[in-house]
């Protein structure tokens, strides 16, 4: 993750102004500090598992959580 402007800099808004909605989404979830931690430590985790099936499955989980999976 790049760091970007916070959301009260006047620079972050323009940002946001040029967004689709798919980046603007991203955006505001990484103004999220739990979120960024947890993307983080999904990325070292994922440095652990062989496993295609469980790095699936952890990414997944980690997509639920955070309402980024349409998979129900």
Do not use: N
């Not at 980046?23 to 999220?32: T, V």
């Not at 983080?40 to 999976?69: C, D, M, N, Y």
């Amino acid at each position: 993750m790049d760091t970007q402007p916070h959301w009260y800099d006047p620079r972050f808004r323009t940002h946001l102004q040029h967004l689709d909605a798919p980046g603007l989404a991203q955006e505001l979830l990484r103004q999220i500090p739990a979120y960024v931690s947890g993307y983080r430590s999904l990325g070292f985790q994922l440095k652990t598992l062989s496993s295609i099936r469980s790095r699936h499955e952890l990414v997944e989980r980690f997509a639920r959580h955070w309402g980024l999976s349409c998979t129900g």
